[in-house]
């Protein structure tokens, strides 16, 4: 569970929402994968390059 930063008393449940945090970010990230793969499925060549780029090139700016 994430509790909001403001009623975080304890290490334990910073920790535990810390935790929680990590574990949806992986998830996303698999989620993210999952649709750039599908995407990547149904564009020709050319236009999965330069999804791809686009991808990365946001990806690295953030």
Do not use: F
């Amino acid at each position: 569970m994430i509790r909001p930063l403001d009623y975080c008393q304890t290490s334990d449940q910073l920790v535990s929402s810390l935790d929680t945090i990590n574990m949806r970010i992986q998830e996303l990230t698999s989620l993210r994968a999952d649709y750039l793969n599908k995407l990547l499925d149904v564009t020709s060549d050319e236009q999965a390059k330069q999804v791809s780029n686009n991808i990365l090139d946001n990806n690295n700016e953030q």
